[in-house]
């Protein structure tokens, strides 16, 4: 019988609808599309490119350490991007955070919700041994 688990994070954004942040099973951690909201003010970030990127991957950050993990764990992302021009400056961002550890990936252009300019998912894995101990 599989292992399912709701995974909630104060430092993360609160669910804009019917969704959870993330939901583990038997290790497998699916983590919701997170766009640039700051968790404190549950407002999106304005302005700067760079740093609504730096925002959706903290908030990613927080949800897999709150399954127990860090962004080693993660073996897949999905980018969407409401503007594919802006792909050089979202991997500059992204490179801060995966450095040695390279998931796989797939970008896309996409009309983004709330016009929040990107929107990113990821897929990790973390010992079920672990999530069994949260």
Request: aromatic share 8%; hydrophobic share 40%; no cysteine.
């Amino acid at each position: 019988m599989a292992s399912i688990k709701v995974i909630q994070t104060n430092k993360a954004p609160k669910p804009v609808g019917p969704y959870s942040q993330a939901i583990s099973v038997d290790g497998w951690l699916f983590v919701s599309g997170q766009l640039p909201i700051d968790p404190e003010t549950g407002k999106l970030v304005e302005g700067d490119f760079k740093e609504k990127v730096r925002r959706v991957m903290e908030n990613i950050k927080a949800i897999v350490e709150a399954a127990g993990g860090t962004l080693r764990n993660v073996v897949k992302v999905t980018v969407y991007l409401g503007d594919i021009s802006k792909f050089d400056e979202f991997n500059e961002v992204y490179s801060e955070y995966f450095k040695d550890h390279k998931p796989a990936r797939s970008v896309v252009e996409a009309g983004i919700p709330k016009d929040a300019g990107l929107e990113v998912d990821v897929v990790a894995y973390i010992s079920p041994k672990i999530l069994m101990q949260m």
